[in-house]
């Protein structure tokens, strides 16, 4: 499955079959988490926990939101430059993995006992795990929680292209025929998912360079969604043969708006001074 097609498949996946993984899906697992590197400078670590190999009866906290799952991906990092925006990209790409597999996954920040899952793995000083994911084959049974929280409807629903994307300054949407050769990765980058579908992620297309801001939400976990976003436009931009690489400007710090994360600098440079 190629990237592009592991986005328009992935899914919150919140009820779950109650089988572990097999030891083919597993071992494929652990294979691709192993080889991956987070990006822009930053650390971060991605484990896979088995809940079935644990000693004494062990059930991971998800305060009733997560059903029937046995085997978890667990995201730790910590504090230092542009982490959350590295960690999210690595734990995207293990996530959409998962999805190439056919299995189901859900981005967990808040759902979660960090207590649980801390006690299960070895972190690095200065370590927090701040993000699981339960990994799985998808059951039948709908959740409560995802009828309270409208599971579907969020799913179903992004903002649309000229509310997220601008051309030059805040002020000026970009349409998609001016996206030009980032019109499918911006449109990847719509797909992503964001705690509480909040969709926090902005783009500024500006002579050919793309800055990638977001704006501030309720539940603190944008610098992580901007991350998402990130990943589904480097991967998909890497899928396409769309040269180029990110980049942290100082001068695009300032601004009023929105946070900034870091820019994308196509191959050659800028197309104007
Ligand atoms: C950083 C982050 C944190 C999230 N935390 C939770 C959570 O604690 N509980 C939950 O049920 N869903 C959580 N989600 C899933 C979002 O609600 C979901 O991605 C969004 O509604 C879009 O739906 P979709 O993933 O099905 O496309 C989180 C997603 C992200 C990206």
Redesign the pocket.
């Given at each position: 499955m190629s990237i592009i097609e592991s986005i328009c498949q992935?899914?919150?996946v919140?009820s779950y079959s109650g089988e572990a993984l097999s030891k083919e899906h597993a071992g494929r697992i652990e294979a691709y988490i192993a080889g991956l590197k987070a990006p822009f400078g930053a650390q971060a670590h991605i484990r896979l926990i088995h809940t079935d190999t644990l000693e004494g009866k062990v059930r991971m906290g998800t305060y009733g939101?997560i059903g029937g799952a046995r085997d978890f991906l667990t995201l730790a990092y910590k504090k230092e430059p542009l982490a959350e925006e590295s960690a999210?990209y690595l734990f995207e790409q293990a996530v959409l993995f998962c999805t190439s597999l056919g299995l189901g996954t859900?981005?967990?920040?808040?759902?979660?006992s960090r207590k649980d899952f801390g006690r299960q793995i070895t972190l690095e000083p200065g370590e927090k795990v701040g993000?699981v994911s339960p990994v799985g084959y998808a059951g039948s049974k709908k959740r409560i929680?995802d009828v309270l929280?409208g599971?579907e409807k969020?799913?179903a629903s992004r903002k649309a292209f000229g509310s997220l994307f601008f051309s030059h300054d805040f002020n000026r949407p970009l349409t998609e025929e001016a996206a030009g050769i980032y019109r499918r990765p911006l449109e990847m980058v719509r797909l992503a998912?964001?705690?509480?579908?909040f969709q926090p992620w902005r783009v500024i297309l500006e002579a050919g360079t793309l800055h990638f801001y977001h704006q501030k939400t309720l539940g603190g976990?944008d610098a992580?969604?901007s991350g998402?976003a990130l990943s589904h436009f480097g991967e998909t931009c890497r899928e396409l043969g769309i040269a180029g690489r990110f980049e942290r400007l100082p001068s695009r710090e300032k601004e009023a708006v929105a946070v900034y994360s870091i820019s994308w600098i196509p191959e050659g440079g800028s197309k104007e001074a």
């Open positions: 992935r899914r919150s919140r939101v999210a859900c981005w967990l920040g808040g759902s979660f993000i929680w929280i599971a969020h799913h998912p964001s705690a509480n579908n976990f992580i969604d998402i």
